[in-house]
């Protein structure tokens, strides 16, 4: 150990009173790793505790955690041990400013190494049940790619993944796909920064097929309809048809999107029926376009409905059915 360091730890230790600090086991609990790991870390790199109680047992201050939570962030994202201890080892007292979150994808496509690499890093952090590093994870790559990006190549395969180690592991790993699915869906939440448009318009309705539990996708494209200023009423999981019915009755929208992730969900009878709703004065009735999302619907059909495979597809085919937004000006 260089006398810098050894100063620097010693003043360090006088500043902790004996009974302050974590131990090591509560600290490896906390972030998800094995107490081997965080005392391999000081022994490699110098990442350890300043502080030792009575009996030589390590206590770990704020400032420790701080160093050793970005190292577990550092290797999260693919940086190699060595690498990512010289750069945690440098950390700020202060957490450098959020990126502002991007509305667009950008110009250029994302590398697939980049895309494959933060998926890899956000399954890690969720399997650690490391809440904080997934978050991270889930808003950097929506404020890097754009949300149809993130959505497509970050957040679906990662989610796909945890979903198959879970099928085949049996109930062991629920608890990291609830985390998981709870955070995409706070990030995509936290996205959807809506346009403001003084256009009144009839908004659009979503809602999953009843018995239908997965929502992330529609979400997803909630999301991008709130960042378009398309007007939407969201309605969320497994709605009942008397609701979905009231909904586009009382609402009169242009298009309605049922999502089914199962074939087993997809309800043809419902489609058919809102594909038939009525409403408005005689002579000047309207009917909505039905819009079917999802892997349930493949291979299923209703006449006129709209079918996109992909997140962009169904944002362009809502907007031609709003071109008053996209003539809309932008805030000034």
Wanted: one cysteine or more.
């Amino acid at each position: 150990m260089d006398e810098g360091r050894h100063d620097r730890d010693a003043a360090r230790a006088q500043a902790v009173p004996p009974e302050a600090g974590v131990t090591t086991g509560a600290l490896a609990r906390r972030l998800g790793v094995s107490p081997t790991t965080l005392r391999s870390w000081d022994r490699r790199y110098g990442l350890g505790p300043a502080q030792r109680s009575a009996g030589h047992h390590r206590r770990w201050s704020a400032e420790d955690i701080a160093v050793v939570e970005e190292m577990c962030r550092l290797t999260t994202t693919g940086l190699p041990p060595a690498e990512a201890a010289l750069l945690a080892g440098k950390r700020l007292a202060t957490e450098p400013a959020a990126l502002p979150l991007q509305r667009t994808a950008p110009a250029a496509p994302a590398p697939r190494a980049t895309l494959e690499r933060q998926c890899r890093g956000i399954s890690r952090a969720a399997t650690r049940l490391d809440a904080p590093t997934v978050q991270n994870l889930l808003t950097d790559a929506v404020a890097q790619h754009g949300l149809v990006t993130a959505w497509q190549d970050v957040m679906a395969p990662v989610l796909h993944a945890v979903g198959r180690k879970w099928e085949e592991a049996g109930d062991k790993y629920v608890e990291v796909e609830h985390l998981l699915s709870w955070h995409v869906s706070r990030t995509l939440h936290r996205a959807a920064d809506p346009v403001e448009s003084t256009l009144e318009l009839p908004p659009l309705v979503l809602a999953c097929v009843p018995a239908e539990q997965h929502v992330l996708a529609l979400e997803a494209l909630s999301t991008g309809l709130s960042q378009l200023g398309v007007p939407q009423r969201m309605f969320g999981a497994a709605v009942p048809v008397e609701a979905v019915s009231a909904a586009v009755r009382r609402t009169g929208p242009r298009v309605v999107v049922l999502w089914a992730q199962a074939r087993s969900t997809a309800s043809l009878p419902l489609a058919r029926h809102l594909a038939e709703t009525r409403w408005g004065v005689r002579g000047a009735r309207g009917k909505p376009s039905v819009m079917l999302a999802g892997p349930g619907w493949a291979g299923r059909g209703v006449r006129g409905a709209l079918h996109p495979a992909t997140l962009p597809q169904a944002l362009d085919l809502i907007e031609r059915h709003y071109p008053e937004v996209s003539r809309a000006p932008g805030p000034a």
